[in-house]
């Protein structure tokens, strides 16, 4: 996978290389880099921003700048997915980084100052909100979902199963885990976990995800479609919390 990010603040993305990013690079699974828009500005100042035209508080980044950057890191042939980090957009999460883990390019637009010249949404494939929040940049909301995409490509974690068993992977929140030691300050691991009966551990995770998803984030299970086993299992669960 290729990824470009185009920021006014590149130097915010050299975190990224200490995680699992860096690994993904070190093993020729993605190429990524960073392009400051302000050396594409047609101005002797460099500006990438102005006022808003009718009046109004901040400045806009200009149309031009990300056009002729943009121009340069498309690969036309690859027909990436260019994401626009904007607070409208629509909310980020797991099945859209699952979608963006297929693509071949990404190339991520962080913003600043008050907002966009409205043209510059006609140069995007997507607008996407990290939350319902706002923050002085695109940049964090980029990093979090770059990390977020390349963890789920292949051959980038140490075991590919952890991925997709992760919380929110299933539509259900991840299961209570334990290592050793057995027993610290008197709270024991599950006797369940160190049985050695496959089949009871399976149950054991499938009843407790659910339960965590009951008890922290009831509003997964509106969303999520139960087989006949969860189905039960959650039945139970109800009747222990009452």
């Known amino acids: 996978m290729k990824i470009d990010v185009l920021t006014l603040f590149p130097k915010m993305f050299t975190a990224l290389n200490e995680s699992v990013i860096g690994k993904a690079q070190e093993k020729g ?3 990524f880099s960073t392009h400051d828009f302000r050396n594409y500005a047609q ?3 460099h500006h990438v921003d102005d006022y808003p035209y009718g009046g109004g508080a901040g400045m ?9 950057c943009l121009e340069e890191v498309v690969d036309k042939e690859k027909k990436p ?14 099945a859209l980084a699952e979608d963006f883990a297929k693509e071949e390019q990404l190339i991520f637009i962080c913003g600043h100052y008050e907002g966009y010249d409205e043209r510059i949404r006609d ?15 695109g940049e ?18 140490g075991n590919q199963e952890s991925a997709k068993t992760d919380s929110h ?3 259900l929140l991840e299961h209570p885990q334990y290592t050793r030691p057995a027993e610290y300050k008197g709270k024991k691991v599950p006797a369940v976990l160190m049985s ?8 054991w995770k499938v009843k407790e995800s659910l339960r965590r998803t009951y008890l922290r984030r009831p509003d997964m299970l509106e969303k999520y479609s139960l087989n006949e086993e969860e189905a039960e299992f959650l039945a139970q669960i109800k009747e222990e919390v009452e």
Do not use: C
């Open 60 to 68: 806009l980044l200009q149309v031009e700048p990300i056009d002729l």
């Open 29 to 31: 699974l993605l190429e």
């Open 43 to 45: 101005n002797k100042q």
């Open 169 to 171: 992977s299933t539509g």
């Open 196 to 203: 050695g009966n496959h089949e009871k551990i399976r149950q």
């Open 123 to 137: 140069l995007v494939t997507d607008e996407v909100s990290l939350g319902d929040y706002v923050l002085t940049g």
């Open 81 to 94: 997915r260019v994401i626009l980090l904007d607070p409208s957009g629509v909310p980020f999460n797991q």
């Open 140 to 157: 964090l909301g980029a990093m979090v979902m770059i990390d977020a995409t390349v963890r789920l490509l292949p051959n980038v974690l």
